[in-house]
T-cell receptor, first 110, second 113 residues
Framework: GEDVEQSLFLSVREGDSSVINCTYT??????LYWYKQEPGAGLQLLTY?????DMKQDQRLTVLLNKKDKHLSLRIADTQTGDSAIYFC??????????FGGGTRLMVKP | NAGVTQTPKFQVLKTGQSMTLQCAQD?????MSWYRQDPGMGLRLIHY???????DQGEVPNGYNVSRSTTEDFPLRLLSAAPSQTSVYFC????????????FGEGSWLTVV
């Protein structure tokens, strides 16, 4: 099957930028997503990018997509302690099904 | 709009018991799906449906049944629970076609002892 991979853990200091990376293998991806999961909670859609775009900015969030390398990143500017959570990337293929990465745990230190 | 509603939020089952996780959405979405989340494994697709009366298997369907008799509801049934089914279950829905937004329920925490 198709793979979506993320690093397991990222630690940053409050006020710094965080960059969470994701790689995928499906060349038929149509949309790519970033979700946030706080402890004990469900999944919150943060942002998404269409596969023919290379960048999308939404307030403190910047998504970069390198379609050639199948690499997606999420940058969080001015990271706050409230940003501590697990972040999942997901890709949607031409068959409209989602595949998720294993999640990256972001820890923000005061 | 309530969005995607899952019940129960927490459940403890004994091995061999059966139960149904309920999922309902009030957004008239065509697509609905069930995922399970296990530590370090991300979300894996169990079953999905592209419309009322149509269901199909995902990546990990064994031990689970689904039905879609209405657009709104997509229950997930465990016929004979096993400890390996201890997990967090998420229901999701989205519009048909190439709608961008996928909506998730809050999750159902299931423990099988």
């Amino acid at each position: 099957g198709e793979d979506v991979e993320q690093s397991l853990f990222l630690s940053v200091r409050e006020g710094d930028s965080s960059v969470i990376n994701c790689t995928y293998t499906d060349s038929s991806s149509t949309y790519l997503y970033w979700y946030k999961q706080e402890p004990g909670a469900g999944l919150q859609l943060l942002t998404y990018i269409f596969s023919n775009m290379d960048m999308k900015q939404d307030q403190r969030l910047t998504v970069l997509l390198n379609k050639k390398d199948k690499h997606l990143s999420l940058r969080i500017a001015d990271t706050q302690t409230g940003d501590s959570a697990i972040y999942f990337c997901a890709e949607r293929n031409a068959g409209n099904m989602l595949t998720f990465g294993g999640g990256t745990r972001l820890m923000v230190k005061p | 709009n309530a969005g995607v509603t899952q019940t129960p939020k927490f459940q403890v089952l004994k091995t061999g018991q059966s139960m149904t996780l309920q999922c309902a959405q009030d957004m008239n979405h065509e697509y609905m799906s069930w995922y399970r989340q296990d530590p370090g494994m991300g979300l894996r697709l169990i079953h999905y449906s592209v419309g009322a009366g149509i269901t199909d298997q995902g990546e990990v369907p064994n031990g689970y049944n689904v039905s879609r008799s209405t657009t709104e509801d997509f229950p997930l049934r465990l016929l004979s629970a096993a400890p390996s089914q201890t997990s967090v279950y998420f229901c999701a829905s989205r519009p048909g076609g190439f709608g961008n937004t996928i909506y998730f329920g809050e999750g159902s925490w299931l423990t099988v002892v």
